[in-house]
């Protein structure tokens, strides 16, 4: 792990710049996606495997590029300056709450069998676990990291001996590799629920809530945008 070597203002520009041409290709998708569904032909969809492969690619990318920078400057991903204030608001452990995917499902899916059913309760109560046990995670690195201004303003102060800068930049470090881990297990956590559901799903349902996902990230984005312009305003 790069320890603060990356420049924080190039990793902010560029990756905003990557997500904001990621955000573009997402509508993209979801015009593809709801095109689909609109030609109410069970098996055109079916046959659109493609699509569904090209926008799971599309999300792979995001998360490769995402730890890639990362590894560089993890605490920018914390509250990364690229998203509103609404968006920030929303954030776990670095990106959305697994658990929001289930609330995407069901209102994006009404007809389950009884054996998508219980996979999928069997998926909730896996994610729900180990959503748990990374928000305990998260809360005692929240708790390093506000201690830390407490450390800074002392070594400022001029009261901090060689000991002690030495303890606090090992502080540091530890805890930026304590973000990523976090980071990179909430990530995976995130991404092993959304595979495991797809692999409930039939085709058809898998567009209907790949749709309902993208429309719902692309509109949570608009909201935050225009109540961030309203705030600039007044």
């Known amino acids: ?63 490769a590029e995402k730890f890639k920078a990362a590894r560089e400057q993890v605490l920018l991903f914390y509250s990364p300056p690229w998203l509103t204030s609404f968006e920030k608001a929303q954030l776990w452990v670095g990106g959305f709450k697994p658990f929001i995917l289930f609330k995407i499902l069901t209102n994006s899916v009404t007809e389950f069998t009884l054996e998508q059913e219980q996979a999928i309760e069997r998926v909730k109560c896996e994610t729900r676990k180990e959503e748990r046990e990374l928000t305990q995670a998260s809360a005692a690195i929240q708790e390093s990291l506000a201690a830390l201004p407490l450390l800074n303003l002392v070594r400022r102060c001029g009261r901090a001996v060689d000991g002690e800068e030495l303890e606090l930049e090992s502080a540091v470090r530890k805890l930026k590799e304590d973000m990523l881990r976090a980071l990179e297990s909430a990530d995976k956590l995130r991404g092993s629920t959304v595979r495991k559901l797809l692999q409930t799903l039939s085709p058809v349902q898998t567009v209907k809530f790949l749709a309902a996902s993208a429309e719902f990230q692309l509109a949570v984005r608009k909201w935050g945008l225009q109540k961030d312009q309203e705030r600039a305003a007044t």
């Open 1 to 63: 792990m790069a320890d603060g070597n990356g420049s924080t203002s190039s990793i902010v520009e560029n990756f905003g710049a990557f997500f904001n041409g990621w955000l573009v290709r997402q509508e993209r998708f979801l015009e593809q996606l709801v095109q689909a569904l609109r030609s109410q032909d069970e098996e055109e969809i079916e046959r659109r495997g493609d699509l569904i492969q090209e926008v799971l690619s599309h999300y792979d990318q995001y998360s």
